[in-house]
């Protein structure tokens, strides 16, 4: 009896090693991927400002919709993960406030975006919405509002849970939120090709700041796909 009890308490041990290795391991790959978000937003923004004109609508457009998408909308969606650095021990009910916060500010930020280079290509007599850059941004956007509405709609699920259950509103909301991530992520790497920073950059440089958005994308994702599987088991209870 006394080999199993130290069995046990060695196995325990061990657990536990193992699990605070894992939780060390993730926190270090948050840290790292926020650094990365900072880095590129700071090298995309570096590059626009320097090289065209402060008074171009082309120059806010860009601006608005790199910070929309890299600080913003990886921001609120990283709210809610377990090991994200800059909100340890914060509670899950002021998290919700500032993934709101980043989230509305995202959808402000596209909104003010694209609003200017409507107005831009209004002015010099050009069609909008005829590439595959700006139809995937105005359907990044749509799925934006959309998401925001229903996260506004969860956050006061309890007073319309005899119409929807909130489990169902959260699950929407999360999947419009990603489906707008994803979707806005790649008018991003397309918009990369435009004259307005392919031009400033070499082909290499051009070829790293897709790649690095996309492996930024890459890991929201995953955060975002937990919290829909979380939504979608509770769903099937």
Same mark, same amino acid.
């Given at each position: 009896m006394e080999i199993k009890g130290n069995d046990?308490?060695?196995?325990? !041990? ?30 995309? *923004? ?9 008074n171009q609508y082309i120059l806010w457009h ?24 800059? *909100? ?26 694209? @609003?200017?280079?409507?107005?831009? #290509?209004?002015?010099?007599? $050009? ?12 359907? @990044?956007?749509? @799925?934006?509002?959309? @998401?925001?509405?229903?996260? *506004? ?5 309890? #007073? *319309? ?8 509103? $959260? ?10 991530? !994803? ?10 090709? $435009? ?21 930024? !994308? ?11 599987? #979380?939504?979608? $088991?509770?769903?099937?209870?």
């Open positions: 046990v308490t060695a196995n325990s !041990a061990s657990l536990q090693e193992s699990v605070s290795l894992c939780n060390r391991v993730s926190t270090i790959a948050n840290l790292l991927l926020h650094q990365l978000i900072a880095v590129v937003t700071g090298l995309v *923004l570096w590059v626009l400002f320097a090289h065209l004109n402060i860009a601006v608005l919709l790199v910070i929309a998408f890299l600080p913003l909308m990886s921001g609120g969606i990283l709210c809610f993960s377990s090991n994200n650095v800059w *909100l340890q021990g914060i509670n899950r009910s002021t998290r919700y406030y500032i993934h709101g916060i980043f989230l509305t500010g995202a959808v402000i930020s596209m909104t003010v975006g694209i @609003s200017l280079e409507i107005y831009s #290509r209004r002015q010099s007599g $050009k069609l909008h919405f005829q590439t595959n850059h700006s139809i995937t941004g105005l359907v @990044s956007w749509i @799925s934006a509002f959309i @998401s925001c509405l229903l996260g *506004l709609a969860s956050f006061y699920s309890r #007073r *319309l849970k005899n119409i929807v259950k909130p489990v169902h509103l $959260k699950l929407l909301h999360s999947l419009f939120a990603l489906a707008s991530f !994803a979707i806005g992520i790649a008018s991003l790497c397309l918009g990369f090709e $435009k004259k307005s920073y392919a031009l400033h950059v070499t082909e290499t440089q051009l070829s790293a700041s897709q790649w690095m958005v996309i492996i930024i !994308a890459v890991f929201i994702g995953l955060s975002a796909l937990r919290d829909i599987v #979380r939504h979608v $088991k509770a769903i099937c209870r």
